[in-house]
């Protein structure tokens, strides 16, 4: 187990001072350029609320962590900045475990930050715990010189959009969960549905996305999926005093996650409108920007679904099968942080 400032050092060595910070690590407080960062999002992952350790190696714990933060900025259309870590680490854990925690940090940082942007820790507070380990985080960005995107800005007509497949997160939830209920040998996933797997442990939110549709101004309203698509989705219809209508036939169903669910008998379109964490973005465009975004998917390879359209507020939220007919909707939307009682 590392002492408190050999772990403050270690971290200071491994994420220099990036741009935009004055003095980082190393004083009671960071000092950053004036008027350079207008967003802030904070994110916290819990252990057994948010990842379990047998499920994932520290580095998957550590990218995911980043990862989320990440996510929250594009979802704001703007470009990522400076990062603070609060770190709790139980009592006794081993150092090489800590270690693989901010090599995971360090390896999303590497891999989803643009080189357009600089990103790297400045700051925030090491401590011990004798329950569960927690890691928060927050995250400074910049937004576009057009101005943060915010949920609230849909209208009736605008199309909604979602940039990258869902549901792939949430079934590797369920396989792993099959795997601890004994239904499921953790070899017979490993490999077969690892791309599965990848996205519930390492997801590979839409940084650059996020910050192109902020440049352009395309979203009336945006954020990133990670509480699931009917919540998610939701959020926007309320901030926005709106209604909307989806086409279950136009939302993606990616190869992978059909496949997981013929094999382990799971609704691939229940884990699509309600399983959270895949950090894929949703979006409102109105129908005047569509040949923008349309320009912009095929400039930059996107994955773009047309799924539905914003209508008002008396006709709340319909998902329309294939028929045409409104579907009964699950009764649990999505992810929920706050329980009333034990979760277990």
């Known amino acids: 187990m590392y002492r408190e400032f050999e772990l403050i050092q270690k971290i200071k060595a491994l994420f220099p001072t990036s741009e935009g910070v004055t003095i980082g690590i190393g004083d009671d407080g960071a000092v950053l350029d004036p008027g350079r960062f207008d967003l802030v999002t904070t994110d916290t992952l819990v252990e057994d609320v948010h990842f379990k350790r047998d499920w994932s190696s520290p580095e998957d714990i550590g990218w995911k962590a980043v990862a989320s933060n990440l996510s929250d900025i594009a979802a704001m259309g703007g470009g990522p900045g400076v990062l603070f870590l609060n770190l709790i680490l139980p009592v006794g854990i081993d150092a090489s475990y800590v270690d693989g925690l901010l090599l995971g940090m360090k390896q999303a940082l590497d891999a989803l930050v643009p080189d357009s942007f600089q990103v790297s820790l400045a700051g925030g507070d090491v ?16 937004s576009s010189p057009a101005g943060p995107q915010l949920r609230h800005g849909a209208v009736p007509g605008d199309r909604i959009i979602l940039i990258g497949p869902l549901g792939l997160a949430a079934a590797g939830l369920e396989m792993l969960r099959l795997c601890d209920y004994g239904d499921v040998q953790r070899a017979d996933i490993e490999d077969e549905f690892a791309d599965v797997l ?17 440049l352009y101004g395309v979203p009336s309203a945006m954020l990133d999926i990670s509480d699931g698509f009917l919540q998610d989705l939701g959020h926007i219809l309320k901030a926005s005093k709106v209604g909307a209508s989806i086409e279950s036939h136009g939302l993606p169903r990616h190869p992978s996650l059909i496949k997981c669910c013929e094999r382990f008998h799971l609704s691939a379109l229940d884990l699509i409108l309600t399983g959270g964490e895949d950090y894929e973005l949703l979006l409102t465009v109105p129908p005047a920007r569509m040949p923008k975004l349309w320009e912009l998917a095929r400039r930059y390879e996107w994955d773009v679904y047309d799924v539905g359209e914003v209508r008002s507020a008396s006709e709340q939220l319909r998902v329309l099968g294939p028929d045409g007919v409104p579907m009964e909707l699950p009764s649990q939307h999505g992810f929920v942080h706050l329980f009333d009682e034990d979760p277990a």
């Open 127 to 142: 401590t011990s715990t004798r329950g569960p380990m927690v890691i928060s985080m927050t995250l400074l960005g910049e």
């Open 198 to 214: 990848s996205v519930h442990r390492r997801p590979q939110p839409r940084v650059y996305e996020g910050a192109i549709l902020g």
